[in-house]
């Protein structure tokens, strides 16, 4: 089956300019891309574009699909896990409806519950993004992630590991059960009695993770937030480094420097929504100011400029998944990127796209011939407006490998176009 997109703005997601195109989709690829192209023979869908752009399909960098309305982190240990996949198979098809037609898992909840949907969508039957899946927290016992009392035994996203050979095992263990991504918290988080300051897994144990993983082929990605946090993890060879917004011009410099190797990421939404929208479950100003909020959000802002300046690849993500940052609404961290970073809209959408599909390892993130045809067609110009793309009415057409996932274009249109 080949789909022609006709007469619509193309945004490729390269940061040129938009420009007026035909896109030609065959099987699950995108064939051609240019003025007055005009397909021979038949069974070609023509769909008529006039208004509207046509862009990638967006890529979540820092996916917690197995995070479903959390108030506390105990919240997610709680949920026995028969319910925990039909929650996370359900998200899954939600990130999908919001345009997100690529998920890279920043942690799972449980450890299969990431692999499980991965293979789940991956096998035709249930829809959703394409996903990298992650293991749970890798943490140090008393680091994010460590909800066990001396009393009691609880879990929250957390798999507790000490020492070199534990974190091993640990990892080893996640891959033997299929995990693309490894998730190490090298720091605390001020939501925990071990602060975002701290930087409490040792760099044996860093260096440990990254070389098992990358002996199986793996990536890893980490939680961190304290400056001599993103160091280490630089210096130990993680991919994908989150938060990060306390680190000092040195980090940033071990960053800068290692730019084409790695990754970052703010996860900003979860900072912005606990501080201006969750007082409805008890998180008033005066509790955001005690978490850290203000502070934290203004070094995101002084350190991510920085990111942007330095040419250092930034993707979008922002903590989806709890009760005041809703799976579906992922969108928003574009609007964050341009309001408190100081991003253009396109580099904003940049990191959505083209950087996004840099981080999944795959032919996705742009418009572009020979890649695959994940795509979205937006009512109106996101380069304008990148609110546009939070609003789920304007998204005309969902794209996801050459297959549909939603046409609302035209009712009337004909299926199937024969050729004269
Ligand atoms: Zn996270």
């Not at 023979?41 to 752009?53: F, K, N």
């Not at 479903?68 to 998200?91: F, K, M, S, W, Y």
């Not at 809209?345 to 940049?350: H, R």
Request: glycine share 10%; hydrophobic share 40%; proline share 4%.
């Amino acid at each position: 089956m080949r789909t022609l997109i006709r007469d619509c703005m193309v945004w490729d997601g390269s940061g040129a300019a938009p420009f007026p195109a035909e896109v030609l989709v065959e099987g699950e690829r995108i064939v051609r891309v240019g003025r007055g192209v005009t397909p021979d023979g038949d069974d070609v869908r023509v769909i008529d574009a006039a208004g509207m752009t046509l862009m990638p399909g967006l890529v979540e960098g820092h996916a917690h699909l197995s995070f479903c309305g959390a108030q506390r982190n105990t919240d997610l240990g709680d949920i026995p896990p028969e319910e925990h996949v039909i929650e996370t198979l359900h998200n899954a098809r939600t990130l999908l409806d919001a345009g997100f037609t690529s998920a890279y898992s920043a942690a799972s909840a449980k450890l299969r519950l990431d692999v499980v949907v991965r293979n789940e969508v991956n096998s035709g039957r249930s829809p959703g993004p394409r996903i990298r899946a992650a293991s749970p927290e890798i943490t140090v016992t008393g680091g994010l992630g460590d909800e066990n009392r001396l009393h009691m035994n609880r879990s929250s996203f957390g798999i507790v590991a000490d020492g070199p050979e534990a974190i091993v095992q640990a990892v080893r263990t996640c891959i033997r059960e299929g995990v693309d991504n490894i998730k190490l918290n090298i720091s605390g988080d001020d939501f925990v009695p071990a602060k975002g300051g701290m930087t409490v897994m040792r760099e044996t144990e860093v260096r440990a993770a990254c070389e098992v993983a990358h002996d199986f082929g793996r990536r890893v990605a980490s939680h961190s937030r304290a400056g001599n946090a993103v160091k280490r993890a630089v210096q130990c060879g993680v991919d994908v480094i989150y938060h990060c917004e306390m680190a000092d011009g040195e980090a940033l410099d071990l960053l800068e420097a290692a730019r084409d190797r790695l990754f970052v990421g703010p996860a900003i939404g979860l900072i912005h929504n606990t501080l201006h929208e969750a007082e409805p479950w008890g998180i008033t100003k005066a509790v955001a100011h005690d978490l850290g909020m203000e502070r934290c959000l203004e070094n995101s802002q002084r350190t991510y400029e920085q990111m942007r300046k330095r040419g250092i690849r930034v993707v979008i993500g922002g903590d989806y998944g709890f009760a005041w940052t809703p799976q579906g609404t992922n969108a928003r961290d574009i609007e964050h990127f341009v309001r408190l970073f100081g991003y253009t809209p396109s580099e904003a959408l940049q990191c959505a796209t083209r950087i996004g599909g840099e981080l999944m390892g795959l032919p996705v993130g742009q418009v572009r011939e020979g890649l695959l045809a994940d795509l979205l067609l937006v009512d109106g110009d996101p380069l304008q407006d990148v609110r546009l793309l939070q609003d789920r009415s304007r998204l005309r057409l969902i794209m996801k490998g050459g297959a549909v996932h939603k046409d609302s274009v035209a009712e009337a249109r004909p299926a199937v176009r024969r050729a004269a």
